[in-house]
T-cell receptor
Framework: KQEVTQIPAALSVPEGENLVLNCSFTDSAIYNLQWFRQDPGKGLTSLLLIQSSQREQTSGRLNASLDKSSGRSTLYIAASQPGDSATYLCAVRPDGNKLVFGAGTILRVKS | GAGVSQSPSNKVTEKGKDVELRCDPISGHTALYWYRQRLGQGLEFLIYFQGNSAPDKSGLPSDRFSAERTGESVSTLTIQRTQQEDSAVYLC????????????FGEGSRLTVL
């Protein structure tokens, strides 16, 4: 059974810092991995999608990497801003049907 | 539509009542998913629709839960005889239906069972 773990569970950093969020998964047989952010009381916003054949994806200040063989992904946020404060969720797609989610990392960027 | 649309955004009901939650996926998306998120917890998969194939109902927690989808459009999630433990945010997502497709989520329907 695929399990997804995110570390740390919570993170508080001062504005301007670069930071890394970690995601690990137990079964390397995945189609892709997707990072989301969730603001309080809101739905999920897709940030980056990495296919199993890819090593990384970039969007603005965000960079996500994927090491499928070791079951790891990282989300790098450069020059963090208070508006980046949210819960960040990692999800893997082990088959065609559904994503398996981690519990998330709660990020707070202090101004 | 431009995004995944869910209604109602909030629903308060009494224990034992039935509720219906609606999801309108992005136009052209053949795959539709329902997830549940209890307060402070992660997302639980409920059900998945892909085109005209039989839905994957493996995540439905009990026979009080059911879902339907008309073709490749709107889906309704029905919870019968609601219980307090059903209180959660119910999130709907859609994708192009490929194994490699990106999922897009709606804002969710927050259900509170008194």
């Amino acid at each position: 059974k695929q399990e997804v773990t995110q570390i740390p569970a919570a993170l508080s950093v001062p504005e301007g810092e670069n930071l890394v969020l970690n995601c690990s998964f137990t079964d390397s047989a995945i189609y892709n991995l997707q990072w989301f952010r969730q603001d309080p009381g809101k739905g999920l916003t897709s940030l980056l999608l990495i296919q199993s054949s890819q090593r990384e994806q970039t969007s603005g200040r965000l960079n996500a990497s994927l090491d499928k063989s070791s079951g790891r992904s990282t989300l790098y946020i450069a020059a963090s801003q208070p508006g980046d404060s949210a819960t960040y969720l990692c999800a893997v797609r082990p088959d065609g049907n559904k994503l398996v989610f981690g519990a998330g990392t709660i990020l707070r960027v202090k101004s | 539509g431009a995004g995944v649309s869910q209604s109602p955004s909030n629903k308060v009901t009494e224990k034992g009542k039935d509720v219906e939650l609606r999801c309108d996926p992005i136009s052209g998306h053949t795959a539709l998913y329902w997830y549940r998120q209890r307060l402070g917890q992660g997302l639980e998969f409920l059900i998945y629709f892909q085109g005209n194939s039989a839905p994957d109902k493996s995540g439905l927690p009990s026979d009080r839960f059911s879902a339907e989808r008309t073709g490749e459009s709107v889906s309704t999630l029905t919870i019968q005889r609601t219980q307090q433990e059903d209180s959660a945010v119910y999130l709907c997502a859609s994708s192009l239906g490929l194994n490699t497709g990106e999922l897009f989520f709606g804002e969710g329907s927050r259900l509170t069972v008194l």
